[in-house]
């Protein structure tokens, strides 16, 4: 079955820098793949969709990477804040079905 | 616009009672899909409607756990009876067309406790 890899450890960066967030998927490319923030007691918040056939999607900050040869995706918020910090969930979606498959997701603190 | 809705926020119940959660999606929305994630665990697929109709249930754990959306509308998702493994975070979501070409808005959860 489709797995899918998130640092498990939290990443911290200084405020200003770029935050990158790996994605890494076994078996069989996605047909779509999705990022989402979420916050403590909260639940997730949608903020990118990439497509297989996409390379690239960029969002204000935010910018997605999408490689199928490394399986893998790579998220990444440049100029970054300290409310940028969160957990970022990496989300796959199979071609033909409608369900999420999540990965744990990874947890960002941004330092002032 | 009000977002999705889920009621009660928190519950604590014994093992062996029964438990109803309820998701009120955003009006207009037909795709109504439940998700939980137990502790230190990824979120997890549970079921999905296509209005009132059970689109893909692959997700339910057991015959504990019974999903209903009469009218299309709201849903409710029902542990009987419950078990300590249940205890987790049931997340509710919703989309006008399938999630797979656009986001799924995510309600706030149900932490549920089972002692």
């Known amino acids: 079955s489709q797995k899918i890899e998130q640092n498990s450890e939290a990443l911290n960066i200084q405020e200003g820098k770029t935050a990158t967030l790996t994605c890494n998927y076994t078996n069989y490319s996605p047909a779509y793949l999705q990022w989402y923030r979420q916050d403590p007691g909260r639940g997730p918040v949608f903020l990118l969709l990439i497509r297989e056939n996409e390379k690239e999607k960029r969002k204000e900050r935010l910018k997605v990477t999408f490689d199928t040869t490394l399986k893998q995706s790579l998220f990444h918020i440049t100029a970054s804040q300290p409310a940028d910090s969160a957990t970022y969930l990496c989300?796959?979606?199979?071609?033909?079905?409608?369900?999420?498959?999540f990965g744990a997701g990874t947890r960002l603190a941004v330092h002032p | 616009e009000a977002g999705v809705t889920q009621f009660p926020s928190h519950s604590v119940i014994e093992k062996g009672q029964t438990v109803t959660l309820r998701c009120d999606p955003i009006?207009?929305?037909?795709?109504l899909y439940w998700y939980r994630r137990v502790m230190g665990k990824e979120i997890k697929f549970l079921l999905h409607?296509?209005?009132?109709?059970?689109?893909?249930e692959s997700g339910m754990p057991n015959n504990r756990f019974l999903a209903e959306r009469t009218g299309g509308t709201y849903s409710t998702l029902k542990v009987q009876p419950a078990e300590l493994e249940d205890s987790g975070v049931y997340f509710c979501?919703?989309?006008?067309?399938?999630?797979?070409?656009?986001?799924?808005?995510f309600g706030q959860g149900t932490r549920l406790t089972v002692v």
């Open positions: 409607f296509v209005k009132e109709s059970k689109q893909d």
């Open positions: 979501a919703s989309s006008q067309v399938a999630v797979e070409s656009t986001e799924a808005f």
């Open positions: 989300a796959l979606l199979m071609g033909g079905y409608n369900k999420l498959i």
């Open positions: 009006s207009g929305h037909d795709n």
